[in-house]
């Protein structure tokens, strides 16, 4: 049988199954945005489109003489906006987007306060494909669908095109690629947000150590997560975050760190106090596995059992303290019973190994036998509480063989075979 294990419930608030209005709440960003569809100007036909594209190589002609003339670039800023107005498809403005923004980033505009409209145009272009998305979005939602998924996604590309700062747009634009199981596009997208802003949020930091735990990358991920608890030591949020990184990459000595200092911070989430129990184990089962290692050259074989012993030792005051602190309900009896249960034959394991050095295993076979009863009597009282579940008659049935109980095994053993 598997092991079980205690994970944290970190699964971000924003990725749930509301996830786009869970994050514009959850950032403070939900915008009372229009629903207004692009507005395309009556002259949107063919040749009001080729005279805008005239115009501009003669502006672009011109500028190479008087690349600092301000009529001639305010003139170029309007004409293509004009230009991305006349395209249905969001995807067709996005380039034209990019030209707007590398023109109002120039030193002509830079300076000059008077040609801060230019940057006005692009906050209201900014804020209508924003707005796009989120209805479309919302459109697919109701309908079950995601048949606009590349429209809303093309119009959060605009969105961040034209303001390129907006680290809500880059979020959006991320939950709509995870949303569709693009969750290495959702990832590239947080990148460039954090390439593109000197200043990045928290909780895009989050997110992105969150995608990147989800596929695999754990030190990364890890990483991520470490610097979010040093710059906000107080976010309860982020450290839950923390351990169960830990968690998931199998680091259990910080882990048990970390989740130690959170138990003392937070009494009250005593599901902290069971993860640090559950990571006890698993801390000694990676310490014994790397004592096992034949490739291994114990410097000092004896203190590195004693270690093991230590940490067993604590394991079980962990315990302790979850039974003072937790309802032992039926399913806390059981699986606390299956960590004891695994820590015997764990010890066992090692016993063995230290008598076929010709050491004595004899203190270690004491604490295997100490967990294995422990193991007992939290089982029983399991079954006690349930006893029409199979599965505990089968481990109890387990357990006695194990500590030489023989008749309460055959005892079993007849409940079963009826």
């Known amino acids: 049988m598997s092991k079980p294990i205690l994970f944290l419930q970190q699964i971000p608030h924003y990725l749930i199954s509301t996830r786009m209005v869970s994050i514009l709440l959850t950032f403070g960003l939900f915008f009372m945005l229009s629903c207004t569809a692009f507005e395309r100007s009556s002259d949107s036909g063919t040749g009001f489109h080729r005279g805008i594209e005239n115009e501009l190589r003669e502006l672009n002609q011109q500028l190479q003489a008087e690349p600092e003339n301000e009529t001639l670039l305010l003139r170029k800023g309007e004409l293509l906006f004009q230009l991305a107005d006349q395209l249905a498809e969001p995807h067709q403005r996005t380039d034209i987007y990019r030209e707007i923004t590398t023109l109002s980033s120039s030193t002509v505009f830079q300076r000059d306060p008077d040609l801060t409209i230019l940057n006005e145009k692009r906050k209201l272009i900014w804020n209508r494909e924003q707005s796009s998305g989120i209805r479309l979005h919302q459109q697919d939602k109701s309908e079950g669908t995601n ?151 114990q410097n000092n074989p004896e203190t590195a059992i004693a270690d093991i012993l230590l940490t067993a030792g604590k394991f079980e005051e962990i315990f302790t303290s979850l039974k003072e602190r937790v309802p032992m309900s039926e399913e806390l009896h059981f699986k606390t019973g299956l960590y004891f249960n695994y820590l015997a034959d764990l010890l066992d394991t090692l016993a063995e190994h230290e008598n076929s050095r010709g050491e004595s295993g004899s203190q270690i076979s004491e604490k295997s036998d100490l967990s294995r009863k422990q193991a007992l009597e939290l089982i029983e009282k399991a079954a006690e509480l349930n006893p029409d579940r199979l599965e505990y008659r089968y481990r109890l049935h387990e357990i006695y063989l194990r500590l030489n109980m023989t008749d309460e095994a055959d005892q079993i053993e007849r409940t079963l075979s009826l």
């Open 147 to 297: 048949r606009q998924h590349q429209q809303i996604a093309d119009h959060f590309q605009n969105a961040i095109a034209i303001l390129p700062d907006s680290l809500v747009t880059y979020s959006l634009l991320a939950t709509t690629y995870y949303e569709r199981g693009e969750v290495q596009q959702a990832i590239n997208t947080l990148h460039l947000a954090m390439e593109e802003n000197e200043s990045v949020k928290p909780e895009i930091i989050e997110k992105l150590a969150w995608l990147l735990l989800e596929t695999g990358d754990t030190e990364q991920s890890v990483s991520y997560y470490e610097q979010l608890v040093r710059e906000n030591p107080s976010n309860s949020h982020f450290l839950h975050g923390l351990v169960n990184a830990y968690v998931i990459s199998r680091m259990n000595a910080r882990a048990v760190e970390r989740l130690s200092l959170m138990t003392q911070e937070f009494p009250a989430r005593t599901y902290y106090l069971e993860t640090l129990f559950e990571q006890y184990y698993f801390l000694i089962e990676s310490m014994a596995t790397s004592y096992l290692q034949p490739e291994m050259t």
